[in-house]
């Protein structure tokens, strides 16, 4: 049997992580993976963190199982979090899963069971995984225009034109906030326009939120969110805690989807718990639970948004530095969209060629499409990297 395996595509992502800490070179410098570093280069336990773990481990007093959608506790305040007013308990099913991805995964085989023929439309660019899992999965696959190489911002005429195009029941997947990987948004405006092109078409959204907290704020970043959640009838959201509570290997993700009423939501609910069971049983609960923890406690809650915030400015810093450094050198403001990017991505328009030699050259890693992480700069970097991007004639 297993002699009859083929070798699978390798993920660009994680293959970068591996020639980074493969190359022996000192000064290297990971712009790779998405994974927040403080200018010491660490990614740290947030403090909160630390806190509510030290208390789970005095106070907790089992590890039996969790009911099959995870701890309520934690679909209740994480999904207060991102809807806020938006959030109507009569239609909200919700289950936790092992991180963003696996809400990602969840929710592609939900649409799968409701509707087997629907086509999701996806962003070009995404992020590589999305349609890694759908082309698994076997579903239909359609993408809609979103980047524009040129201005390194949305193409929104574009975006609307093919999105023209989606039919009732298809689904459109949207990122919350944070592009990944171009780091251009939407505007309120635009948003809007989105909306009312989903309301006209009958298309599903189907928001990906990982980055809530790294953008413009924790409300500002779920605006966009809450409008879609407000408006449309049926709504699925794939949240993460990976990021803004830097739990990245306790997997905490959380999967919503909203019912157009409330007689719909618990065949929806019943739905989503079938689904982990399937799949894995129980959801992880360590990092669900650190979650709830901190969010329902005003102290631990206000120390996390205090340290979110120190990451969300650190990382606007470093774009704004990028930029002048940019600026400066070029004698223009062709990368000023740098700085107009939000969240830990930007994609900088670099040719695979001109990637290639920064890494080899200048040991700067960065995702072959030219993404860079942000939060893999310091001041000190910062300047280096914006001589590569000369050096490689981007
Ligand atoms: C990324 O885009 O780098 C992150 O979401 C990490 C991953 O799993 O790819």
């Known amino acids: 049997m297993l002699n009859d395996l083929n070798p699978q595509p390798a993920d660009k992502i994680l293959e970068l992580m591996q020639m980074f800490r493969d190359d022996p070179r000192a000064g290297k410098i990971d712009l790779g993976v998405g994974v927040y570093r403080n200018a010491a280069g660490i990614t740290p336990v947030m403090r909160a963190v630390k806190a509510a773990e030290k208390r789970l481990w005095e106070e907790q007093q089992t590890k039996a199982y969790t009911g099959l959608a995870g701890d309520p506790a934690y679909a209740e305040t994480l999904s207060a979090l991102i809807l806020g007013d938006a959030r109507d308990e009569s239609r909200l099913a919700a289950i936790a899963t092992p991180g963003g991805t696996g809400a990602i995964r969840q929710a ?24 890694s899992i759908i082309r698994f999965l076997k579903m239909n696959l359609a993408e809609y225009r979103y980047f524009d190489d040129a201005t390194r911002d949305v193409d929104f005429a574009g975006m609307m034109d093919d999105l023209a195009r989606v039919k009732a029941g298809d689904v459109v997947l949207l990122h919350g906030c944070c592009h990944n990987p171009t780091g251009a948004n939407l505007t309120p405006d635009q948003w809007e326009e989105v909306v009312a092109l989903l309301e006209r078409t009958g298309a599903i959204p189907f928001i990906d939120i990982a980055y809530q907290g790294f953008g413009d704020g924790l409300d500002e970043d779920a605006a966009a969110t809450r409008l ?103 004698n223009s403001e062709r990368f000023d969209f740098i700085a107009r990017h939000r969240g830990m991505f930007s994609r900088i328009g670099a040719s695979p060629e001109q990637v290639r030699h920064m890494r080899e050259k200048h040991g700067i890693y960065m995702v072959g499409d030219s993404r860079i992480n942000i939060a893999g700069l310091n001041a000190e970097t910062v300047p280096l990297l914006a001589e590569a991007i000369m050096d490689a004639g981007v």
């Open 108 to 131: 592609l085989e939900l649409i799968r069971i409701a509707s087997p023929g629907a086509t999701v439309w996806l962003s070009a660019p995404t992020w590589p995984n999305h349609p």
């Open 228 to 330: 879609v959640a407000s408006r449309l009838p049926e709504v699925l959201i794939a949240a993460s805690c990976s990021k803004n509570f830097g739990i990245y290997r306790e997997r905490a993700g959380l999967l919503m989807a909203i019912a157009p009423d409330s007689t719909t939501r618990p065949v929806t609910q019943g739905t989503l718990n079938f689904l982990n069971r399937q799949n894995y049983s129980f959801p992880p609960d360590h990092g669900a639970r650190v979650v709830s923890m901190i969010l329902d406690d005003d102290a631990l809650r206000a120390d996390w948004q205090a340290e979110l915030e120190e990451m969300r400015q650190g990382m606007l810093d470093l774009r704004e530095q990028l930029a002048a450094e940019l600026r400066q050198r070029t």
